[in-house]
């Protein structure tokens, strides 16, 4: 039978209804054999995330200062659920001994790591599925990071005879059994591993939004959903600042060719969106989503010759290497080169880089344009489909958004344009009204 990891974010499991709709999708199908559950989010607006909590009372005990006001919430929270849902768990037990080991002293990592241990526990018995505690499962290494070779052990040897579980998210232990968290988003990283260790058919992502959109619906209003998308076109947009998965949480199932699938717990009926390693005929728009971000300082250099000079871009390049600022991107021509970099990195440096370029480089032309977006059209069906970048000329120039600079790479998935900082939103309009609206 084909194995599904499903993975609930905090949203999904901020109280006792939450709980409910989580049992409602797992039943729903057989093949959803281990749930990886994250610490509750906020109920509501005027809530408090459990996780974010718990790191105040390990503030305010590494401080002597009383802590139980703030713990008090979080027992409430977890009270309810389990009175709500009729459980048996010895809860007080187990917050007990959690508000004690905060006051001798526990590290952060274990405080911090409380919200899923407990909201698993709370699951596995909803659920009347096994618990598997994660520390048995992810191992760290001396450095605090994961190890691989380690945890597909402990996985294939911890889930041995649990063909379901119920397993908690963001945390894990070294050699020495001290809990190890992992950065924000770690329930994430958690449902990836365990996905890839079981080998996985698929790994569900249920948070409470209905998978991606095709652009900002801040900048877009009504974006369309995207049912389906690529790893590559995934990391694409990702890169430009559009709201995705981390890439540490994709890094495993994608690795392994494993699909993710992005639900709403609160819409189950919603299509989501599908990741895929690869993309099968796309039906609609040859674009699959549009993404920038504001605020890059792009460098020309200009030189008669210049590949001619066979260590040209060695040294533009060691220049800001040396000067610590990193390189976004590089479109060129036979004798221009552009570096794009981030306003906040080169903030400071600016003179100092230019004066380098000068000496080391001798350009014929040297120019600096400050305050200019990044927009990035992504779209594997853009590959075959001819005149795609003369669309987004046409689109711009009739919205008469100025060009500072464009690129696009071999690949031909991606399209990457300037245009001023003024212009972001307009230009992004544009580009979605051209490829989108249009064919529509």
Known sequence: MDTIVTKFGGSSVAN????????DIVRADERRRYVVVSAPGKADSKDHKITDMLLMC??????????????????????????TLGLTL????????????????????????????????????????????????IVFDPSGHMDEAATYEAIRVGLNGHERAVIPGFYGADAQGNLITFARGGSDITGAVIARGVRASLYENWTDVSGFLMADPRIVPNP????????????????????????????????????????NTHRPEDPGTLIVPEQTERKGTIVTGIAGKKDFRVINVEKTRLREEGDFLRKL??????NEVPIENMPSCIDSVSVIVSQADISGKERKILEEIRIYCSPDALVSMPSIALIAVVG???????????????ALGDDKVN?????????ELNILIGVD???FENAIRAIYKAFVQEEA
Request: proline content about 3%; aromatic content about 10%; charged content about 25%.
């Open 403 to 411: 060009i500072r600079l464009i690129s696009q790479g071999s690949s």
């Open 16 to 23: 006792a209804q939450g709980f409910v709709q989580v049992g």
């Open 380 to 394: 594997q069906g853009m590959i075959h489909a001819a005149g795609s970048a003369a669309r987004v000329f046409r």
């Open 317 to 322: 390049i060691s220049v800001f290497e040396s």
């Open 224 to 263: 369309r959903p995207i049912h389906s998308i690529t790893f590559r076109e995934l990391r694409e947009l990702s890169y430009m600042g559009a709201q995705v998965l981390q890439e540490d949480a994709i890094f495993p199932v994608r690795e392994a060719g494993i699909p993710i699938h992005i639900r």
């Open 421 to 423: 900082n003024q212009d």
């Open 90 to 137: 010895d809860l007080d037990a187990e917050l007990n001994q959690i508000e004690a080991r905060i006051r001798a002293g526990a590290s952060r990592d274990y405080c911090a790591s409380r919200g899923e241990y407990l909201c698993a526990r709370l699951m596995a018995e909803y659920l009347d599925l096994p618990f598997v505690d994660s520390s048995d499962l």
């Open 58 to 83: 390990y503030q305010l005990a590494s401080h002597r200062l009383g802590f139980e006001d703030v713990f008090s919430i979080i027992a409430a929270r977890y009270r309810d659920i389990h009175r």
